[in-house]
C-alpha cells in the first residue's frame, strides 16, 4: 500500500466520522460543496480531527483554504517535509 492511498484511506475516515456518515457514501474527492453538513463549525471539527489523526499542527492562515480530500492531502504531505 503507497503512503497517499494510505493517507487518502485515513482521511476519508476521517472526514466520514466527523459528518457523521457511511464512508462508502463519500465523492471519491469530499469537498465542503458536496457535503451538506460542512459548514464553518464542522470545518474546524474536521481541521482538529485531521491534526490529531496525523499528529500535525495546520498553520491558522491556511486552515479557511483545506476544504477538499486533495487539498488536505497536499497540505498534509507538504507539512511533513
Request: aromatic letters at 8%; hydrophobic letters at 40%.
Amino acid at each position: 500500500m503507497n503512503k497517499e492511498y494510505s493517507m487518502r484511506q485515513r482521511l476519508r475516515k476521517v472526514i466520514s466520522d466527523v459528518f457523521e456518515c457511511e464512508e462508502s457514501t463519500l465523492p471519491a474527492n469530499p469537498d465542503q460543496a458536496s457535503i451538506d453538513k460542512w459548514d464553518s463549525l464542522e470545518h474546524l471539527r474536521l481541521i482538529m480531527a485531521v491534526e490529531s489523526e496525523f499528529n500535525i499542527k495546520f498553520q491558522t492562515e491556511r486552515i479557511p483554504m483545506l476544504t477538499s480530500l486533495e487539498l488536505l492531502i497536499w497540505e498534509i504531505t507538504n507539512a511533513n517535509q
